[in-house]
C-alpha cells in the first residue's frame, strides 16, 4: 500500500429514482488525516458517506479499508470496520443519560445486568483521553448542542471508530463551540483517527484540514491539498463560478417602524425569564441584525413575536397594530413571514411533498382552495415557479420534502416566506447549513426584499453575516437589548465583548 489509505471508495455509483447522486466518485482518506469533503447543498456528499456507512448499497463500485475490498451492508458491518458516523442531525434519546446513550446496543455487562459503574468509568476515561469534557450522568435534554454532538462522538470512539465520519459537524453550533470542536478534532488525529469532514465553510477546512475533494451535482471534480490552496479557489471549484463574499448593497433608506417592541417579557419551559423588558424597532426598508451568544432569549423573543410562544409583558405592534399574543397564522396573515431557526420543527412537514410544503402558510386561500376543496393544480405550478426561481434541487415538485438535501430544504423555505411579500421578514439562521453559492443568493434576496421597502429582522450566530448584511445591529445579552451600532462603526472584537456583557465604552477600549 503505497500511500497508507485507511479508506478508498473507487469509482462508486449511487442513483435514486430519477437522479444520479454519486456519478463514479473516487474518494481516498489518508492515515491519521482530516480530509474535507467539500460540495453544494445536494452534491451527494452525504450520500455518499451514508454508502460508507451502509446506510445505502452502491450500483457499481469499490470500498476499502487499509487495502482489503470490503462489502459494507449494513451500519453493523462498518462499526465492525472501525467506521463510525456522526449524522448532521443527532440521534440521542433526550431522557438518557449520556451513557445510556452511548453504550446503547453495546452495553457491558453479564446475565442480562448491564454493569453500569463499568460504562460510565469507560466513558470518563474516552472523554478524557480525547479532551470531550463531558458528564457521564448528565441527561440528554439537560446539555447543550455543543455538548451532544461531542456525545455521538463519544459513541463512535466507544464502539472502536478509526475513521470518524462528520457531517456538517459545525452547522448547529455557536461560533464558540466551533472553536472547541477544532481543537477535539486536532486531538483525535494526535492519537490516530482519520476523519472526513462533510462541509461547505471553507474557513474550516483552511484551518483544520490536510486535503479536500471536491464534489459538483454528483460529480467528483478534484482532490486538492489544503495548503497548496485559498478560500476562493475552493469556492469556485465547489460551485463553478466565481462567488464574491462581500455583500453588494446600497445605504439602506429607512422609512416608518413597521415593528415596534416594548418592554417585552417572555419566559421559557422552565419558567424562567428569558427575554427581560426588550426594546426595539425595525423600520420598512432595512435590515435589522440581532448579534448574541446563543441562549440569550433569542429563540423565545422570536417565538413570543411570531405567536409560538406566550409573552409575559409587553407589546409587540406591527404597522401600529397591536398583535401581541395572536396565534401563528393571524401574526402571519398581519404581514409577518418566519424563517424558523429548526427547519424541521417549524419549517417543514417533512412527509409531504416539497410542492405542498411550499403552500403551508397560504393553502386555505384562493387560488390554491375553493369552498375547502383544494385545487393541487395550481398548489404544484405555483411550486414549480418557485423551484426554478429560487433554484431548489429536487427531482420534482411531488418529491416528498424529507428526501432533499437540508440546504434545499431552506431554500424552499425561504422561497415560500419570501414570496408571501410580507411587511416584516424575521430570518431566523437563514443560512445555516448553506453553501457559499447559496448563501450569496439568500443574502441578495434579503437585501432585494429591503429595497422593495420590507422590514427584515435577521437573527444569525454567524457574526460575519450579521456584519455582512445588516445595516443596523442590536446586540442581546441576557435578555435584553444591550447596544445598538452600526456595522461600519464596529468589528468581530467589539461586538464580542458587547455579546459577552461588556459596556461600549470597555468593548472600544480594546
Known amino acids: 500500500m503505497l500511500d497508507n489509505y485507511v479508506v478508498e471508495m473507487l469509482d462508486i455509483r449511487k442513483e435514486f429514482p430519477g437522479i444520479v447522486a454519486n456519478d463514479n466518485i473516487t474518494l481516498q482518506v489518508k492515515q491519521g488525516e482530516i480530509h474535507a469533503l467539500l460540495g453544494e447543498n445536494g452534491a451527494g456528499k452525504s450520500t455518499l458517506m451514508n454508502v460508507l456507512f451502509g446506510l445505502y448499497q452502491p450500483e457499481r463500485g469499490e470500498i476499502r479499508v487499509k487495502g482489503e475490498k470490503v462489502h459494507i451492508t449494513d451500519p453493523n458491518v462498518a462499526n465492525d470496520l472501525g467506521i463510525g458516523m456522526v449524522h448532521q442531525h443527532f440521534m440521542l434519546i433526550d431522557t438518557f443519560t449520556v451513557t445510556q446513550n452511548i453504550i446503547l446496543g453495546s452495553e457491558p455487562g453479564r446475565y442480562g445486568k448491564i454493569d453500569m459503574k463499568q460504562a460510565e468509568q469507560k466513558v ?191 407589546q409587540v405592534s406591527l404597522n401600529e397594530k397591536d398583535i401581541t399574543g395572536l396565534t401563528p397564522r393571524k401574526v402571519t396573515e398581519s404581514g409577518v413571514s418566519h424563517i424558523p431557526q429548526d427547519r424541521h420543527k417549524f419549517g417543514l412537514v417533512l412527509d409531504f411533498p416539497i410542492g405542498e410544503n411550499m403552500v403551508l402558510q397560504t393553502y386555505y386561500q384562493k387560488p390554491y382552495a375553493k369552498k375547502g376543496v383544494l385545487s393541487f393544480k395550481n398548489i404544484y405550478a405555483h411550486a414549480k415557479k418557485l423551484i426554478d426561481e429560487y433554484d431548489v434541487r429536487t427531482p420534482s415538485e411531488f418529491t416528498l420534502a424529507r428526501a432533499l438535501s437540508g440546504g434545499n430544504q431552506q431554500k424552499a423555505i425561504i422561497a415560500r416566506e419570501v414570496d408571501r411579500s410580507p411587511d416584516l421578514i424575521i430570518a431566523v439562521q437563514p443560512t445555516r447549513g448553506l453553501d457559499v453559492g447559496a448563501i450569496e443568493f439568500i443574502h441578495k434576496k434579503l437585501i432585494e426584499e429591503r429595497d422593495k421597502g420590507r422590514a427584515v429582522l435577521l437573527v444569525s450566530f454567524e457574526l460575519d453575516e450579521v456584519m455582512n448584511v445588516s445595516d443596523r445591529i442590536a446586540v442581546m445579552f441576557d435578555g435584553s437589548i444591550v447596544a445598538n451600532v452600526k456595522p461600519e462603526e464596529t468589528d468581530e472584537q467589539e461586538l464580542g465583548l458587547l455579546m459577552a456583557g461588556s459596556s461600549r465604552e470597555k468593548a472600544g477600549e480594546h
Open 124 to 314: 470518563l476515561e474516552l472523554s478524557e483521553q480525547y479532551g470531550l469534557k463531558v458528564d457521564p450522568r448528565a441527561k440528554i435534554r439537560d446539555i447543550s448542542v455543543g455538548m451532544q454532538q461531542r456525545v455521538e462522538i463519544l459513541k463512535t470512539l466507544y464502539r472502536g471508530a478509526e475513521v470518524l465520519i462528520l457531517d456538517e459537524p459545525t452547522a448547529v453550533l455557536t461560533p464558540q463551540e466551533i472553536k472547541e470542536l477544532i481543537v477535539i478534532l486536532k486531538a483525535l488525529v494526535k492519537e490516530g483517527i482519520s476523519i472526513i469532514l462533510i462541509t461547505h465553510k471553507l474557513k474550516e477546512i483552511m484551518e483544520v484540514c490536510d486535503r479536500c475533494t471536491i464534489i459538483r451535482k454528483g460529480v467528483g471534480i478534484e482532490t486538492v491539498n489544503v495548503k497548496d490552496t485559498n478560500v476562493d479557489q475552493l469556492a469556485e471549484l465547489m460551485v463553478g463560478r466565481e462567488i464574491s463574499f462581500t455583500t453588494e448593497k446600497t445605504p439602506a433608506n429607512p422609512k416608518q417602524i413597521v415593528l415596534s417592541i416594548k418592554g417585552l417579557r417572555v419566559k421559557d419551559a422552565r419558567g424562567v425569564n428569558m427575554v427581560k423588558d426588550l426594546n426595539l424597532n425595525v423600520q420598512a426598508g432595512e435590515i435589522v441584525g440581532i448579534a448574541g451568544v446563543d441562549g440569550n432569549g433569542q429563540t423565545e423573543f422570536i417565538e413570543a413575536i411570531t405567536g409560538l410562544r406566550k409573552t409575559e409583558a409587553g
